[in-house]
């Protein structure tokens, strides 16, 4: 899985997953990722190019200090959906046929 992969890349676990843009407005898709992936998934804001855009030129025109400074006007101003990993039995059971496929 590339979630797995991109661990040992990075040397760490992963420990939650965010999801962004116009994505995260679909419940089942989040629902579905988080119960998949076995993490905690964080799902919006839904603009989030558009916010990026404008949050980098306010750090560039001095209107925030830095990356940190945008990250929690970003924190303070959307809320965010939890999607706690649900039903692991289902998903270990089909992530066993769907591997038994693949062999």
């Not at 119960?35 to 306010?58: H, M, R, Y």
Request: glycine share 8%.
């Amino acid at each position: 899985m590339a979630l797995r992969r991109t661990e040992r890349l990075i040397g760490g676990k992963i420990e939650r997953l965010r999801i962004v843009g116009g994505g995260s407005k679909d419940a089942t898709l989040n629902q579905f990722t988080a119960n998949a992936v076995k993490i905690p998934v964080l799902a919006g804001p839904t603009e989030c190019a558009a916010l990026g855009n404008i949050l980098v030129q306010a750090i560039a025109l001095g209107h925030l200090e830095s990356h940190e400074a945008a990250r929690e006007v970003v924190r303070n101003s959307f809320a965010l959906e939890p999607f706690p990993p649900r039903d692991a039995a289902q998903w270990d059971a089909a992530a066993a046929r769907f591997e038994k496929l693949l062999s």
